[in-house]
């Protein structure tokens, strides 16, 4: 025998409204987590075949003619490449800061401070990540 439950379509839709701080430092953790894996896994990936497309040679990759050499160049000179690693950053320093506020949660520092932690955490990896952005976007032709 089945049961339905009508949940309502209005309170599905509206119940991020009602997250707190603390939920919402749970859901960019994950978030952040699952983003930094997903980069690793795929740094590994390319680094590992790129290796083999790399030239033995050390006069070749001594004048930066090796393929591997060249490709990493090129992508440098693109400005999405670019883009993508200033929010690798910031995906990097929230998921920083936020580890190491739940650490200290977690060891009775700052309990009664929590969303101000959290909110402390996400304007100082704003201020980071934009900081950063002129050395990131240096040399980048459009």
Known sequence: MSQSYDRGLIEDFGRWREF???????????????????YLFTHVAVLSTALTS?????????????LY????????????????????????VFHILNGTRLLLIDLGIGLESQDRSFYASLVLTGAIVVASVPTFLAGVSL
């Open 54 to 66: 790399a030239s033995a040679d050390p006069a070749t990759v001594a004048a930066n003619q090796d």
């Open 20 to 38: 707190s701080a603390g939920m919402w430092a749970w859901i960019f953790h994950k978030f952040t987590g699952w983003v930094l894996i997903g």
């Open 69 to 92: 050499t060249q490709t990493i160049q090129a992508l440098e000179s693109l400005l999405v490449v670019r883009i993508l690693e200033v929010g690798l950053l910031a995906v990097a």
